[in-house]
C-alpha cells in the first residue's frame, strides 16, 4: 500500500504541460476532443503497471430535431388543373408537394439567377402601371 503511493507521488504530472499542448493542437486541427485515459494494472493493492495515452473523440453533435413524418407536414395547397387546392404533403422543409416544385432546387446558375432578376423587376413594373 506505501508503495503505490510513493509511486504516485514519483511520477510526474500527466500529461505534462508541452505534451498537453501538443496534442490539443492537434485535436483541434482534426476537430476532435481529447480524452486522456489512464489505466493501472494493481497487484495485491500495488501498482504494478501504468499505461497512459489519449483518445482523440468526435464532439458528440447537438441532437437534431425529429424529422415530421408525411402525415403530420401540411397540405401543399396549390391550385390544381380541376379548380381545387392540392391536398398531397409538401415536400420536407419546403412549401409545396413534389408535384408542384417542392423539388425544384430554383435557379443555380448565375445566368439563371440573373434571368429571374430580370424576370421580376419586369414584373413589378407590370404591377406599378
Ligand atoms: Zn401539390
New binding site residues.
Given amino acids: 500500500m506505501n508503495n503505490a503511493t510513493d509511486n504516485a507521488a514519483n511520477t510526474p504530472p500527466w500529461p505534462g504541460d508541452k505534451l498537453k499542448k501538443c496534442v490539443e493542437t492537434e485535436a483541434k486541427r482534426l476537430n476532435r476532443e481529447v480524452e486522456w485515459v489512464t489505466e493501472v494494472v494493481k497487484f495485491d493493492g500495488v501498482i504494478v503497471r501504468e499505461r497512459r495515452w489519449w483518445n482523440f473523440v468526435k464532439p458528440i453533435p447537438p441532437p437534431k430535431l425529429p424529422k415530421l413524418l408525411k402525415s403530420e407536414r401540411p397540405f401543399?395547397g396549390?391550385r390544381c388543373r380541376d379548380g381545387h387546392s392540392?391536398r398531397?404533403r409538401v415536400v420536407e422543409d419546403r412549401r409545396?408537394?413534389r408535384?408542384?416544385g417542392g423539388l425544384s432546387t430554383g435557379p443555380r446558375s448565375e445566368a439563371g439567377r440573373e434571368r429571374i432578376r430580370e424576370s421580376n423587376r419586369r414584373r413589378a413594373k407590370l404591377k406599378q402601371v
Avoid: G, I, L, V
Wanted: with cysteine; aromatic share 0%.
Fill in positions: 401543399c396549390a392540392c398531397a409545396r408537394c408535384m408542384h
